[in-house]
């Protein structure tokens, strides 16, 4: 015997937990734990934390975690919970011993216990990829990733012409401090603050094509947006009535310039030229990323006018699969359809960096 136990999560195990979580959430301990209560105890989706824990003589070894995810599917707005995996940390000495997979398949039969049928990995990397397909998960594919560079030595000259303008002597150590300096530009507001309800307000007045997609409405937003780990930025077009809205995430991180696009939604095409256009001429972040699996023809070409590239080219960040699975059964075909939409086929997706839980 190996003398390991996988067990399910215990609030007696949170303080180890959150200090083997060092090795994988990189600040500090206050601030794990606000991550930690954020995403698994004040989550909209599942009351109880689905996690589990892997001991070694009653010290907390390993961990790996389900946050709850309402999707959507079907020109009827149908709903289904699907979970998806997170947080997957096991302590160095104790690595390439299994524990990945035994906590996946324990984690596996409590969320069969509790109704769920399936589960969704947007944020896996290529340490738990592997592990993930080993157990029968299948890639829907990359998530095409596309990226926004400033040339370095042109984006240092000016952040010190930035900086004089400012009378600062060492201009932004944060993604969003130059894009901080606008209130509202061409008719696009810059805020600090989600609009919940009227995102959802637009959201539903635009078409739905059926594609699975997470739900987003003003629980979802309320929630996404407390995030400990990430700071937000809200470009909104319309004030009384939205009419359309562009979400950036940075890390808080005080070194890194770079920023995500994590949600882009617009009444027009015209709208999402205009917000996109601003986040970039606003924003002059040394890297700005998105991604463009999601997207129509038209978007994409708009993305790369604007000097978006692949992340492929000249070594960029790579990308992460997204992958799927039953939770039972995965030998049987029928169970990777939800509705008649086929799991492991990327039309039948529309996929956007909201729904991962990774930080820019």
């Known amino acids: 015997m190996d003398d390991y136990e996988i067990r399910k999560y215990d609030p007696q195990f949170k303080q180890q937990l959150l200090d083997l979580q060092s090795h994988h959430w990189r600040h500090d301990h206050a601030r794990r734990a606000a991550y930690f209560e954020w995403k698994y105890e004040r989550n909209p989706y599942m009351e109880t934390p689905s996690i589990v824990v892997a001991l070694k003589e009653q010290q907390v070894v390993g961990m790996l975690g389900m946050y709850g995810a309402k999707w959507e599917f079907g020109k009827d707005r149908q709903y289904t919970l699907c979970p998806c995996p997170a947080d997957v940390v096991v302590e160095p000495s104790h690595r390439r011993r299994g524990l990945f997979k035994r906590m996946m398949i324990v984690l596996f039969e409590e969320l069969v216990s509790r109704g769920y049928r399936h589960t969704f990995a947007l944020s896996a990397g290529t340490n ?6 080993s157990i029968d998960w299948r890639i829907i594919g990359p998530a095409e990733t596309m990226r926004r560079r400033h040339h370095r030595a042109r984006f240092r000259e000016y952040l010190r012409r930035a900086g004089a303008s400012l009378g600062v002597s060492e201009p932004r150590k944060h993604a969003f401090s130059l894009l901080d300096q606008n209130i509202a530009k061409g008719g696009i507001l810059i805020r600090s603050m989600a ?10 007045r635009l078409d739905y094509d059926g594609r699975i997609r997470h739900v987003r409405d003003a629980d979802y937003f309320g929630w ?7 700071d937000y930025r809200f470009l909104f077009s319309g004030e009384d009535s939205l009419e359309g809205y562009l979400v950036l995430q940075a890390s808080y991180d005080a070194d890194r310039l770079s920023a995500t696009i994590v949600d882009w939604e617009a009444s027009t095409f015209e709208i999402r030229m205009k917000l996109l256009q601003t986040a970039v001429e606003c924003g002059r972040f040394e890297n700005l990323f998105t991604w463009s699996v999601m997207l129509p023809d038209d978007l994409k070409a708009l993305l790369r006018k604007l000097g978006f590239k692949p992340v492929g080219e000249k070594g960029g960040k790579r990308d992460r699969p997204v992958l799927v699975r039953p939770l039972q059964n995965a030998k049987q075909e029928e169970n990777w359809w939800l509705g008649g939409y086929s799991l492991i086929e990327p039309a039948s997706w529309d996929l956007r960096w909201l729904y991962s839980d990774h930080c820019s």
Do not use: D, V, W, Y
């Open 224 to 230: 996404r947006f407390q995030n400990p780990f990430s």
């Open 195 to 204: 609009r919940p309800a009227q995102m959802e307000q637009l959201i539903h």
């Open 128 to 133: 738990s990829s592997p592990g993930l397909l």
